[in-house]
């Protein structure tokens, strides 16, 4: 913490707190992909895997892959970036997919078996439907804490 | 009652206080969702485990079953030289995964299926195939198993942590701040109505003059 910020009665109890709390919303988000990548090179690694913020890697399970793959074509294959993001807005019952195409729509909706509206380049989804997509995506979703709600975010 | 934070009485003290009150709030909010999270996950990879368990103990019993059968054909001693033969090294592809900020283990077991196992077809009944693909099976389900629980115990782990931090910010972090701006809007307060007493009091004493 730097020295204007502490304050000069401020316990050592409370400095480790406020800390403690500045450590965890820095590692929150540090899981997250340095960058995505599409479905259709991820099926020709050897060991298909992503780099994160902190520095270690994600791995796909070539399972959840295939399984992808067996419900896109090519070119939705070359479209399909992964990890998918689900963000988490602070305070709020719906979380959010978020999908750059139709391809993530496509994806969210044969596993869900139902139709789906994107709004603002994002899929709301409720609590029950993202535990059907984590069920079947585990390693190929990932989640996204949004510092402020999505209201207030600009749209990608 | 929450604790007061020993600070001097100042504007800036207060201002600072509020600005680590509405950050306070802003990490409650948001490790309140991770944990609310983490427990999806906790209780969803808890069912798959309990299911996992099961089928695996049934793989087990067929395995086991099918292997007495083929001993019972084939005899002990032939069967284990046939087994000898079939002995190969299993390749396990390790890495993780990360759930809302918990690194957990991913296995995934290389060439399950085979074509071939490694012992003569046409010397060997087909019960020796059935338990052997049953044994597969068995394989598969152990390594998913592992995942799983290993995933589970983690998960665990880190609810606990984010418990603790969430109660920590709910029933002392917060409340210890928000009495303590309270208590120093008093304080503006009181030096309020000491200085405009002090004032009424000094307006007396000059019209008295």
């Known amino acids: 913490m730097s020295k204007d910020r502490q304050m000069p009665n401020e316990s050592p109890y409370q400095r480790m707190l406020q800390e ?137 | 009652m929450p604790q007061l934070i020993k600070v001097r009485p100042t504007k800036i003290e207060l201002i600072k206080l509020r600005r680590r009150l509405s950050l306070a709030i802003r990490i409650q909010k948001i490790v309140k969702d991770r944990l609310s999270i983490l427990m999806l996950e906790f209780l969803q990879i808890a069912r798959e485990t309990a299911q996992a368990r099961r089928g695996l103990l049934e793989e087990f019993s067929e395995a086991y079953k099918a292997s007495s059968i083929a001993v019972g054909y084939q005899g002990y001693i032939a069967l284990e030289k046939d087994l000898l033969a079939s002995e190969q090294d299993l390749e396990i592809t390790t890495g993780s995964r990360n759930v809302a900020g918990a690194r957990v283990p991913s296995f995934e077991l290389k060439g399950a299926e085979k074509a071939t196992r490694g012992y003569s077809l046409a010397d060997t009944s087909s019960c020796l195939d059935q338990t052997a693909q049953r044994a597969e099976k068995c394989l598969e389900d152990i390594v998913i198993l592992a995942e799983l629980q290993s995933s589970l115990e983690l998960l665990g782990r880190e609810i606990n942590r984010t418990k603790r931090i969430v109660n920590a910010l709910e029933y002392l972090i917060v409340p210890s701040l928000q009495a303590t701006i309270k208590y120093l809007y008093m304080k503006f307060e009181e030096r309020d109505r000491e200085e405009k007493s002090r004032l009424k009091r000094v307006k007396v004493l000059l019209e008295q003059r």
């Open chain 1, 20 to 156: 403690c709390l500045r450590g965890e919303l820095r590692v929150l988000n540090a899981h997250l992909p340095c960058e995505q990548k599409a479905l259709s090179a991820l099926l020709t690694d050897e060991y298909p895997n992503v780099v994160c913020h902190d520095g270690s890697t994600h791995l796909f399970k070539r399972r959840e892959l295939e399984y992808l793959a067996g419900m896109l074509d090519t070119d939705e294959q070359a479209a399909l970036l992964l990890p998918i993001l689900i963000e988490a807005n602070p305070g709020q019952d719906e979380m959010a997919i978020i999908c750059r195409g139709k391809v993530e729509d496509k994806v969210t909706a044969k596993i869900l078996d139902m139709p789906v509206t994107t709004k603002q380049k994002r899929i709301m989804l409720y609590k029950p439907q993202l535990a059907l997509i984590r069920k079947s995506l585990k390693t190929t979703t990932q989640y996204l804490f949004a510092p402020k709600s999505s209201s207030t975010l600009a749209p990608l």
